[in-house]
């Protein structure tokens, strides 16, 4: 079992960046794929960014292609999301979630933080 632990979120302008972290517990976080995920208010949940456990392959919501980043730190337990060139629709709340499985949907990871909000005015 792992436990997340996300930070970084906050308000920012329109073009400014952001970077969230999330901290996992344990022994075996190179063992786990890793996401963010966020949910807008009155809408569905949707992966933004995920990374196999080691870090090989990734894969990214479309609409943040060549913005977002998902890099990993296994000696810091940590998987982070640089965000660059925010835009008001990336407003939503950001979760973190762990597998062993890589997966590109919600279902697919087994334990998930607690959420950042992140803000982006225009």
């Known amino acids: 079992q792992v436990q997340l632990v996300e930070s970084g979120g906050g308000l920012v302008q329109a073009g400014g960046s952001l970077r969230l972290s999330c901290a996992a517990s344990?022994?075996?976080?190179?063992?786990?794929?890793m996401a963010w995920f966020r949910q807008a208010p009155g809408k569905d949940c949707e992966i933004v960014a995920a990374?196999?456990?080691?870090?090989?392959?990734?894969n990214y919501l479309k609409s943040v292609q060549g913005r977002f980043t998902i890099p990993r730190d296994t000696g810091k337990n940590t998987v982070y999301l640089q965000m660059n060139n925010l835009k008001p629709e990336d407003t939503a709340v950001y979760y973190c979630?762990?597998?062993?499985?890589?997966?590109?949907?919600?279902?697919?990871?087994?334990?998930w933080g607690q959420g950042t909000q992140v803000t982006v005015s225009s």
């Open positions: 344990g022994r075996t976080f190179g063992t786990y794929a």
């Open positions: 990374i196999t456990s080691r870090g090989g392959n990734t």
């Open positions: 979630a762990a597998d062993r499985t890589f997966s590109v949907v919600s279902g697919g990871y087994a334990y």
